[in-house]
């Protein structure tokens, strides 16, 4: 209790509400930055706290996950390219919105979305740290490869009219988590010799050339841009009527981010994808989805920013970072002497429980530099076209350059952007691809320690029972969607 | 008969799971390895985008619909031409960007793009490339200290 | 907005120590160490920790930098064509030595010159507390009355803690499992729950694990017990003649002047005897050995030759 009330006293700490703040602050920007991920933004602030008291620093890293999960989601609904991974499936209707002259209304639910979910999160965190890190214990190699495959599956329902093309897509994006250092041997993949491959290819960079490459070669013959988006110039928060539709989907978000933050591994992705999937399948009009639904956007939104509250549960009470994000956190309580773990909240409560303290604030105040950032950025989209897309690619150059300080990874993200043209002009959906390249190395890595650990032999997937679960799971959703797509008479037209 | 572009999407896929299957035959084998060796999840993705190359000339031959009503071939190529030239501008981009440094380079590049996407040529055009050249390089340099290239005027920044 | 992101940044810096630049016999005023940890990685807080003792004795400024990918291949590049003058230096664990040999990069760890070693890096065995095996020699004991039942994990494919690994099932004929993880945390997890039988690490990463008491060691894989844990013996003690001699220290491009090479030794051995300094490595029970140049060559070399040896021997290269 002592503690609690010390960390009350951390309200008033002007510098902690000052790191939650700039914390906060960058998370958005680079958030909202194609090529700049979560934890490549908390890795650049990274030496910046190294001097601060460990308070203040890990405060300011945390709010900047906070604040680039969130973040993620402004390019998304204004220029179709996500500025993260998890906020992919947020392009779906959030573009749509905005190409309806829907963009203020779509960002005030996003920001809404989010700030219910990084709350729900951060209770999670503060109440149910302890049986929850008994969940991430739970997990062993089995289990994984099956929650990568329940993420896979997914893929099903993504793929919209042709479910060929979405499977393709999902391979492309499988093979490409192939390439790099083999998870069990350490022999090289497909690198043709070329060591920046070693390490594999990072999905961001993936994204990014899909999304917003693609999409600028794209742009750059089409027409200007639809005069109905100025119509809605500025942020619109949702009123009561709009809430009332929200809370479904905000709860099965809330729900799935739970889950899939405290699984190490697993992250903000699959939870997004998960909770668009499933917000659809429990509306009570899924034929808006993909059309511009209001719930497509508040699943995913409160689904990833849900994570940067329970993605820190296993490496609070266990010290095992679950995600990239996670680990530069620790790095940031190792770089202070402190050693997340079971002993932290005995050795350093007053840490831990400043930590929850700068959590609140941040969310809190991602709401506020929303509501006054926002505005000024559909201003920006609304620039004229050619200067548009000039500083977005030169945003996206830059951006890239800084992850690696690698001229390589450049090369990736404009090849990339060459197979995402291809791909529109094909009909096939990117979401698949990304789904691969995210989750490829999860599920070959899991699979075959799997059969290490069992001698070959396959019935380790069926005798684990968490693994059990998210396979018959993952069997079930696939059968729905399939039964869906060409089974069920009426509905044809509605999901298209 | 010609070919639908579905077709040569099932025919592209085909070649490609072969050529992949092959690079994933030329992986080394470890005496690290497990049963299921580094090629065995490649040769299963090959084999699965084979299936589903074939899978996809199949269902365009079954359906016989009406193959989308192409546009009009000829703003398609003007399309794929605009987008051809900007990412040549890309491409020169990487390869600039060593010689003539981060500031440069950027700078050159929001230009090229700017006029490319339609914007009149006027000295206005510069003025916007310097100063967002400028914004960039206070950011990404001197606020996060992203060791940008320097290009050939190493010593002055 | 940039402004309010750059005071909070000038808070943090005005937040910390300032650190002064002394005596300038060092010929060039800033030093770069490049590590190809990301930041908050091993290497990463090992190069941190160390420029902030080492920096007032060397007389110049040290900057840490960080140049990931490839593991190490990238890094390794870079300092090749880095001019010889001690401007540039890089953080070198076993790791440079195995991707040379694994990956084949174009340049190589024989390309660069090792310039000190710093610390050894003990190596431990250890199981989940609930474990019925309370000592190495009940594990190898049971492994092998039970030949194939056993799982063993390591934190990294093609590690030297996978490859130690190896050799044990080859001295036990114990037939076990053995599975690679995604790095330290991953490994912790199936370890915990009971999923693995042992697995085996940097008491840094077993640290938290420890004072929790929800892991126990088992055997150090040294020649001597480790000054910090003197009841725990080593696996040789326990009968098995299993050594995983893992180093951190620093290498340069091949030329360094003598004059450098020797204001590092002498530096790095300063900083290894100040009391601040022990304090911080004794807690991760890093075994300094302040070697240098002509010393740290020689280790390198042989050290090299021995992972060759050891990978050739499982047939893991030619």
């Known amino acids: 209790m002592d503690a609690f009330i010390s960390a009350l006293a951390t309200l008033t ?109 951060l209770l999670v965190l503060v109440i149910a740290t302890e049986p929850l890190a008994r969940v991430a214990l739970a997990f062993t190699p089995p289990a994984y490869c099956a929650l990568g495959i329940l993420g896979l599956s997914v893929i099903a329902s993504l793929s919209g009219r042709s479910l060929v093309k979405g499977l393709i897509a999902g391979i492309l994006g499988l093979m490409i988590a192939t390439v790099g250092t083999d998870p069990v041997s350490g022999v090289s993949r497909f690198t043709m010799g070329v060591p920046d491959l070693l390490s594999g290819i990072r999905p961001i960079l993936i994204m990014v ?34 809430w009332r539709r929200l809370w479904k989907p905000q709860a099965i978000g809330c729900a799935i981010g739970t889950f899939e933050g405290v699984t190490p591994g697993a992250g903000g992705t699959i939870a997004a994808f998960m909770a668009y999937n499933e917000a659809r399948r429990w509306s009570s009009k899924p034929e808006e989805f993909g059309k511009g639904s209001v719930e497509g956007i508040a699943a995913p939104e409160a689904a990833n920013n849900v994570v940067t509250g329970t993605a820190l549960v296993p490496l609070l009470s266990l010290g095992i970072p679950g995600s990239n994000s996670a680990a530069i956190l620790l790095g940031g309580f190792l770089i202070h002497g402190l050693v997340p773990g079971p002993m932290l909240f005995v050795k350093a409560p007053d840490v831990v429980y400043g930590l929850y303290v700068g959590l609140f604030a941040a969310n809190i105040l991602m709401v506020l530099v929303g509501l006054v950032i926002l505005t000024p950025c559909i201003w920006l989209v609304n620039r004229p076209k050619p200067w ?86 993952a069997v079930a959703l696939t059968g729905y969607s399939v039964w869906r797509e060409y089974f069920k008479p009426q509905s044809k037209e509605a999901i298209a | 008969m010609t070919l639908s572009r579905d077709d040569l999407l099932g025919l592209g896929m085909i070649v490609l799971a072969a050529a992949y299957w092959a690079a994933a035959d030329q992986i080394p084998v470890s005496l690290l390895s497990d049963a299921v060796g580094a090629d065995g999840v490649p040769k299963v993705l090959a084999v699965a985008l084979a299936i589903c190359g074939a899978l996809l000339l199949l269902t365009t031959r079954l359906k016989r619909q009406p193959a989308e009503a192409p546009s009009s071939d000829r703003d398609e190529k003007r399309a794929h031409l605009r987008a051809a030239g900007l990412l040549a501008g890309l491409v020169a981009y990487i390869f600039l960007l060593p010689v003539l440094g981060y500031p440069l380079a950027i700078a050159l590049l929001i230009a090229a793009v700017a006029i490319y996407g339609g914007t009149r040529i006027r000295p206005s055009v510069a003025a916007v490339a310097v100063a967002g050249s400028a914004l960039f390089w206070v950011f990404f340099v001197k606020i996060l200290g992203i060791g940008m290239p320097t290009g050939i005027w190493a010593a002055g920044f | ?63 840490v930098t960080n140049v990931t990918g490839g593991s190490g291949a990238r890094a390794m590049a870079e300092l090749a064509k880095s001019p010889a003058n001690g401007s540039i230096f890089y953080a070198t664990t076993p790791t440079y030595i195995q991707t040379t040999l694994l990956s084949k990069p174009a340049v190589g760890f024989d390309q660069l010159d090792p310039m000190v070693i710093v610390f050894f890096d003990p190596t431990i065995i250890y199981t989940r507390a609930e474990s019925p095996h309370k000592t190495f020699a009940d594990v190898v004991a049971d492994a092998k009355k039970n030949v194939g039942k056993q799982k063993w994990g390591a934190a990294n494919p093609a590690s030297l803690e996978r490859i130690a690994f190896e050799k044990l099932n080859k001295i036990t004929g114990a037939k076990a499992a053995i599975v690679s993880h995604e790095g330290g945390g991953d490994l912790m997890i199936n370890v915990l729950n009971g999923t693995l039988d042992i697995g085996v690490g940097e008491v840094q990463e077993l640290r938290s694990q420890l004072e929790a008491k929800k892991v126990r060691m088992l055997a150090v894989l040294g020649d001597k017990r480790l000054p910090e844990f003197p009841d725990l013996p080593t696996a040789k003690e326990q009968g098995v003649d299993l050594v995983v001699s893992k180093f951190r220290g620093l ?66 290269i030619k």
């Open chain 1, 388 to 473: 548009l897309i000039a500083f977005i690619l030169a945003l996206v150059m830059s951006g890239v350059y800084a992850i690696d300080n690698s001229v390589f990874d450049l090369g990736i993200v404009l090849t990339a952007g060459v197979v995402g043209y291809v791909m529109r002009r094909c009909g096939m959906p990117m979401l698949p691809m990304v789904l691969g390249v995210v989750l490829g190395f999860l599920v070959e890595s899991n699979y075959r320690r799997s059969l290490v650990l069992s001698r070959g032999d396959h019935s380790i997937f069926i005798e684990d029972p968490v693994s059990l679960g998210l396979l018959l799971a």
């Open chain 1, 13 to 121: 700490n002007g510098w902690v509400m000052l790191a939650a703040l700039g914390g906060v602050v960058w998370g958005i920007f680079g958030g909202a930055l194609p090529g700049i991920s979560p934890s490549i933004a908390m890795a650049l602030l990274l030496p910046f706290t190294y001097g601060m008291d460990p308070t203040v620093a890990l405060v300011m890293l945390a709010s900047v996950y906070v604040g680039a999960e969130y973040g993620g989601s402004i390019p998304a609904i204004l220029i179709r390219t996500p500025g993260t991974n998890s906020a992919a499936a947020t392009t779906i209707d959030g573009f749509e919105l905005a190409r309806q002259g829907r963009a203020g209304e779509a960002l005030g639910i996003s920001l809404m979305s989010g700030l219910v979910g990084g709350l729900f999160g």
């Open chain 3, 1 to 63: 907005m940039f402004k309010l992101f750059a005071a909070a940044v000038a808070v943090g810096l005005a937040l910390s120590p300032t650190q002064s630049m002394a005596q300038a016999k060092y010929p060039v005023p800033t030093v770069t160490l490049a590590t190809h940890s990301s930041p908050g990685g091993g290497s990463d807080v090992f190069l941190r920790e160390l420029v902030k003792h080492v920096q007032p004795i060397l007389g110049a400024n040290l900057a």
């Open chain 1, 209 to 242: 050339g899909l999304f917003a490459v693609a999409e600028m070669l794209e742009q750059i013959s089409a027409p200007a841009w639809n005069k109905a988006d100025r119509r809605d110039t500025r942020l619109k928060l949702p009123g009561l009527a709009v």
């Open chain 3, 251 to 316: 290498a340069g491009p091949k030329g360094v002047p003598d004059d450098v090479a020797k204001a590092w030794e002498d530096a790095i051995k300063q900083a290894l005897a100040s009391p601040a300094y022990k304090a911080i490595y004794a807690k991760e029970a890093l075994e300094p050995v302040g070697m240098g140049r002509a010393e740290a060559r020689a280790f390198t070399a042989k050290f090299a030759e021995e992972v060759k040896a050891s990978l050739t021997e499982l047939g893991v």
